[in-house]
């Protein structure tokens, strides 16, 4: 079993950073692949980052490749969302998952899940 708990989201304007994290209680942090998903309203839930056991691999969605920095500190049990030059439509709610499979860009892939973090970006 894998808590999770994100932190860090808020309001901001369009242009500005925020950098969310994700806790991790329980069995070994470093076994797991981690990864992002942000939910907007009516919509479904999709792939923001993800990042290997050992940080060799770091994969982005399109939308956010050069602006958002995935990183993880398995020493604290925490893995991070740096996410610079926000825009209006990276508003969502932010979730961190874990995963004891490989990499993967589906959410069905993902074992465990954060409560989520309210990001919004207004322009």
């Known amino acids: 079993q894998v808590l999770l708990v994100e932190s860090g989201g808020g309001l901001v304007q369009a242009g500005a950073s925020l950098r969310l994290s994700c806790a991790a209680s329980g069995r070994a942090f470093s076994n797991y692949i981690l990864a992002w998903f942000r939910q907007a309203p009516g919509k479904e839930r999709e792939f923001v980052a993800a990042?290997?056991?050992?940080?060799?691999?770091?994969e982005y969605t399109d939308s956010v490749k050069g602006r958002f920095t995935i990183s993880r500190d398995n020493a604290k049990n925490t893995v991070y969302l740096q996410m610079d030059s926000l825009k209006p439509e990276d508003t969502a709610v932010y979730y961190c998952g874990a995963s004891s499979a490989v990499l993967s860009t589906s959410p069905r892939s993902y074992d465990y899940w954060g409560q989520g973090t309210q990001v919004t970006v207004s322009s």
């Open positions: 990042i290997s056991r050992r940080e060799v691999v770091k």
